[in-house]
């Protein structure tokens, strides 16, 4: 095997107000922590913004984002530490966009492919 692979597992992108997103992960890392190098976390600015095209919205739209990868980070930490595994697990934060066909007229587009935050 290829020792370059990388393994991704697929996390929650479906941010509904039951949080059973918080559960997919959970479950997912209780399930794969060990095995992957990566957990991917998707979300759409436009998503975050609910409709709300002004400027304040769409800068402030990072504060969703930011709680989503502390969240997700806690749930790392809480399945290494259930586990006792010591292989680390990042966090690849893709699909995020400022801009894109969602809304009608364009913000200057921010695009992150697999933006990696190392979780300690």
Known sequence: MDKNIKFIASGASNYTAD???IDWNDY??????G??????????AAEVLAGDRSFSAMMSSDIDVDKKIDLVK?????????TGSKRPVYISFDEYSG??????Y???AY???QF?????
């Open 74 to 82: 806690a749930l790392i930490e809480k399945a290494m530490l259930k």
């Open 35 to 44: 095995k992957i190098d990566y957990l991917s976390v998707h979300r759409y």
């Open 111 to 113: 695009s992150f492919s």
């Open 99 to 104: 801009g894109g066909n969602t809304i009608s």
């Open 19 to 21: 949080n059973g997103w």
């Open 28 to 33: 997912a890392l209780q399930h794969m922590v």
């Open 116 to 120: 990696e935050i190392l979780v300690k």
């Open 106 to 108: 364009r913000f200057p």
